[in-house]
């Protein structure tokens, strides 16, 4: 074989100080002769493929390391390829193309490589997309390749179609068709695999001891706490421990995302705090100590959630309290997306009479010559109008019904503190208690004494997620249902004289209002208004009480 220099083929050995700006990962290396010229001037010099992978770049989950770092996302296999240009000079060889997946791991099965694809697919053509023919494959070790035996049994394949062709290691070159290279490598591809199941038992098992022990998560700090995630950033839980207490009063997202825009708060990322990770930060267990794993509450062998050793920011039962505020999918426990609120009022509603009217149109239907009358009776919902004095109007969807908005609110303000006042002269708190305690308790011993059997090895593991599963549900179920009655309980016994307070103070915002206005009335009919008189009319209005 002929030795080739760099100028005469523009061999892709990068220098020493090569960093990825300067190094393709991806495709031809810069400056390489067509592939008929370099075919004629060097007959006889082996062209080969370059594969590089890494599994986890950390640079590219890191901005903070990222941005002090000389080299940016893609450093691990920019290495790689220096290396394979290195080995290639070594070997008289030139490499003509370069394929790289990063941040990719092979060892799971539902993880997709694309260049790892692509170079199977130019090796079973027998040459790149640019027309280079293929005499071999380099990477820095066979595992770069494969993880899995499957893997190692496609690429052996591909490479071997061609029998001349040979697989680079710093090793050397290995002749994949030999029966002892055969044998070696799929030593090594056993091996290979069990060192990667190993380092994923050892992954699982330091993040199993670490649960256990109550240590906090790793990554990210969590909004409320410092970076050593145990101790409270008191501008921060100061905020979440009044956020959870306003939210189980009845209090808005919104209005809550709102308070922590007026104090200046960021999330632990340094985004802008919204409704979506606001829920997830008051319904994480760590707010009451509480140590979850993968969205799952860790319970101990006793069936008792484990406590965690950082300082917290709420009590269980508030913390229970505020999860029973939101709809099943939208906690930290059950992700997924927004759903109604316990009080089933919308949450796109912006105007405080809004589906608390009721249209009184009447209209006409004829039915076989037959001419009846009936109510629309249609929710009334507000929107925004032209006139200064009616900035926004409640209507009826069918537009048979229009009234003024402010006027409208006006009206409910008055009707409602008249009533709470009424009320409180013959207020007298009630102590109520959940009628399913019992039953509760009865369903979480049985599912801690299966659990415990399990443990115990008295039954075997199909019987007790059989029985195990359903159980959970039914417990998880019986829990939200009594944080949701201790928290109408709880509403339903504060003194009227203070919701008034509450309410005219400006305590309480649209979403409190709107609750003690479905608590006081059952609807409010609104009447048809007379053609050409834009005088608002109270007496439009007709109160149904509870």
């Known amino acids: 074989m002929s030795t080739i220099s760099h100028e005469q083929a523009m061999s892709s050995a990068p220098p020493e100080e090569t960093g990825p700006d300067d190094l393709e990962l991806r495709g031809r290396p810069a400056g390489l002769a067509p592939p008929e010229e370099l075919a004629r001037l060097h007959p006889d010099t082996p062209f080969l493929i370059a594969y590089s992978r890494i599994s986890d770049d950390w640079r590219k989950h890191n901005k903070k390391k990222a941005a002090t770092s000389a080299w940016s996302a893609g450093k691990g296999v920019a290495n790689q390829h220096r290396r394979n240009g290195r080995n290639a000079a070594r070997h008289n060889a030139v490499i003509v193309h370069r394929y790289t997946d990063n941040d990719l791991s092979a060892s799971k099965r539902d993880v997709v490589r694309p260049d790892f694809q ?8 027998g040459h790149t997309a640019e027309g280079y023919p293929v005499h071999g494959v380099i990477c820095v070790d066979q595992d770069r390749v494969q993880r ?11 490479l071997t179609l061609d029998p001349s062709r040979r697989f680079y290691t710093p090793s050397g070159p290995m002749d994949l068709t030999e029966e002892s290279e055969i044998i070696k490598t799929g030593i090594m591809a056993v091996v290979n695999k069990a060192e990667s199941m190993k380092k994923r038992r050892r992954i699982r098992d330091w993040h199993q001891d670490r649960i256990l022990d109550g240590l906090p998560h790793s990554g990210p700090r969590p909004f409320g706490w410092e970076e050593d995630r145990k101790t409270l950033r008191r501008p921060e839980s100061d905020f979440l421990s009044w956020a959870i207490d306003e939210r189980i009063k009845g209090k808005a997202m919104s209005t809550l995302c709102a308070e922590s825009k007026r104090r200046g708060l960021k999330g632990s990322r340094g985004g802008e705090i ?14 009451c100590g509480y140590r979850a794993n993968r969205g799952e509450l860790v319970l101990d062998d006793d069936g008792s959630p484990i406590v965690g050793v950082w300082e917290t920011v709420t009590t269980p039962e508030k913390w229970h309290a505020v999860c029973a505020t939101f709809g099943p999918g939208s906690t930290y426990i059950a992700r997924g997306s927004g759903t109604p609120r316990i009080t089933g009022v919308p949450k796109t509603i912006k105007y405080l009479g809004s589906t608390l009217l009721r249209c009184q149109y009447r209209i006409e239907e004829e039915t076989n010559g037959k001419v009846t009358t009936r109510v629309c009776n249609e929710p009334m919902g507000g929107g925004k109008n032209r006139s200064k004095r009616s900035p926004y109007v409640y209507t009826c969807r069918y537009g048979h019904n229009a009234i003024s908005g402010p006027m409208v609110d006006e009206q409910l303000q008055r009707l409602v503190l ?53 159980l959970e549900k039914e417990v998880k179920k019986l829990r939200r249902e009594r944080a949701k009655f201790e928290l109408a309980a709880e509403v339903q016994n504060e003194a009227p004289d203070d919701v008034a307070k509450k309410w005219l103070s400006g305590e309480y915002d649209l979403s409190q209002k709107r609750h003690v ?30």
């Open 274 to 287: 919204i409704p979506q990770s606001l829920t997830q930060m008051m319904t994480a267990p760590r707010v």
């Open 148 to 158: 899995t035996d499957r893997d190692w049994e496609d690429f052996v394949e591909a």
């Open 418 to 470: 008249a009533k709470l006042k009424k009320a409180h002269a013959t207020f007298i708190p009630v102590k109520v208690t959940w009628p399913h305690e019992q039953k509760l308790q009865q369903k979480a011993d049985k599912l801690a004494g299966l659990e415990k059997k399990w443990q115990d090895d008295e039954i075997p593991a199909d019987m007790f997620y059989r029985l195990a599963i359903p």
């Open 118 to 125: 692509a170079m199977l697919r130019d090796l079973k053509r």
């Open 517 to 546: 206005l479905f608590e006081v009335f059952s609807a409010v009919q609104v009447e048809p208004g007379e053609k050409g008189n834009k005088t608002p009319n109270p007496k439009r209005l007709t109160p149904v009480w509870k």
